[in-house]
């Protein structure tokens, strides 16, 4: 991993997933035009924060893969639209980017629970979702074209709760989860990992947002 930089990874990454979208997508053909992707964030709302973050990271990655040639000559371009991460938002996004033919991939939600309320929109369109953030267990069981490099909550708690237990030596986990279609899977997962190493207490409680 060492031998290779931040810029490689981005173009190989969006190189790799263009290439598992549906080359019929008029934006695939071959063009000067820009290769258009569609971002579904929050830019209002209480998630405001990261995709202000988002837009930051995006602006920066676009100049530096149009600084080393674009993708085949291409130059990346694209399209943000803001869903406040409310699933009832990302789905009329979802709604509108399936039918923008020059949209050849889509990136978000910030919550999983916004990207999953989109994904059967994505995945019968054959357009992929790229839920960079969404560490939900099943967001990538959507279909075929939920894509997440994001690590997830299923790997993530349970070594949360080994490091808990046989590193700090607790006997007793207290957890906090958002009263969400994500937050319960957080202890949930969290709590089964520590019966199997030490059978303490283990609570939780909701955040209610």
Known sequence: ?????????????????????????????????????????????????????????????????????????????????????????????????????????????????????ASPIYQRAGLVQFGFTNSHPDFTKGGDFMWSTSVSQADEQPLLASYAVRRLGLKKLAVLHLNTDWGPHQPRLLCQRRQGVWRGDCGHRRLHR
């Open 1 to 117: 991993m060492s031998n290779i930089d931040r810029r490689t990874l981005v173009k190989g990454s969006l190189a790799a997933m263009m290439a598992g979208t549906t080359f019929s997508r008029a934006a695939l053909a071959q063009s000067s035009e820009p290769i258009l992707l569609g971002v579904s964030g929050p830019l209002t709302g209480p998630n405001a924060q990261y995709g202000t973050q988002w837009k930051q990271g995006f602006d920066l990655a676009l100049d530096e893969i149009t600084a080393a040639g674009g993708i085949n000559g291409r130059k990346l371009a694209y399209q943000f639209e803001d869903s406040q991460s409310d699933p009832r938002q990302s789905v009329a996004i979802a709604q509108k980017f399936v039918s923008n033919p020059a949209i050849v991939l889509e990136l978000g939600d910030f919550s999983s629970p916004a990207s999953m309320a």
